[in-house]
DNA sequence: CTATGATATTCCCATATGGGAATATGTCAA
DNA sequence: TTGACATATTCCCATATGGGAATATCATAG
């Protein structure tokens, strides 16, 4: 199977970096036309339309027609799907993990076999 | 140019379904290793030593050798990088975003006036 | 030493990519 | 209508993918 396509869910679409780069201006300028977006951004328009159309299928940001431009808006929401996956583990690196890190699997399943038998120090002969 | 390496940067490393389960693992569980996790997620030993190579190259785990075994860790500030970039989005769904997306490009000199869709027409009677 | 267990690496391939270039579609103005 | 502007779509291609299969590497037991 060949890497998952980038309109497959918001992880893929925001790995492009210059799709970040269009979710972040949206972000700090409100709503932008594509011609605005392809000055500011100094891509060709093709390209942009592109990022545009990835981003827009999944569902990151709206198209409106207004006249003959087409004004694109973020979608917030969306990007909360991220938010709740990492923050899930805000606490290992604002925290002290160690806790969590060494209750983990320390009897793992070697002990089925080998009763731990760590560091054979590293001889040389 | 072709799509950016999934080793490019965490952004496109966690991509992948695979390697955000893994990472949901290392969370969860602790530390474990590789035969851990090929069990745990059911797949063939090289797929998961590629997924975690991946990972390793972009820093959110990190291997220790242990006898024989290769026990891999989260490294969870890594993710931090992601935290942060949606965290600057937060606002925008938790709030009322209808402040910044106004004070955007009103400039684009056309008040919308009525949204009125044109194509909506999903019945045909 | 050799054998076995645990991982990593290499080769193969169908698929999707992002940009470039060219073109199509759409919308407004005369 | 024609023309100019704003976006979207299509075609082309070098590159990277993730999994499958086979093999290489590394560490330990005998």
């Known amino acids: 199977m060949p890497r998952a396509p980038t309109t497959a869910d918001v992880f893929n679409a925001i790995?492009?970096?210059?799709?970040?780069?269009?979710?972040?201006?949206?972000?700090?300028?409100?709503?932008?036309?594509?011609?605005t977006l392809v000055v500011t951004l100094g891509l060709p328009q093709p390209a942009v339309s592109k990022h545009l159309g990835v981003l827009r299928k999944v569902g990151v940001v709206a198209v409106s027609k207004q006249g003959r431009e087409r004004v694109y808006n973020l979608e917030a929401e969306k990007l909360k799907t991220i938010h709740d996956w990492v923050k899930a583990f805000a606490?290992?690196?604002?925290?002290?993990l160690d806790r969590i890190k060494e209750r983990a699997e320390h009897r793992a399943r070697e002990q089925t076999k080998s009763p731990t038998p760590l560091k054979p120090r590293k001889g040389r002969s």
């Open 91 to 96: 606490e290992l690196w604002g925290h002290q």
């Open 15 to 35: 790995a492009e970096p210059r799709r970040r780069q269009i979710v972040e201006l949206l972000a700090r300028r409100g709503a932008l036309a594509v011609g």
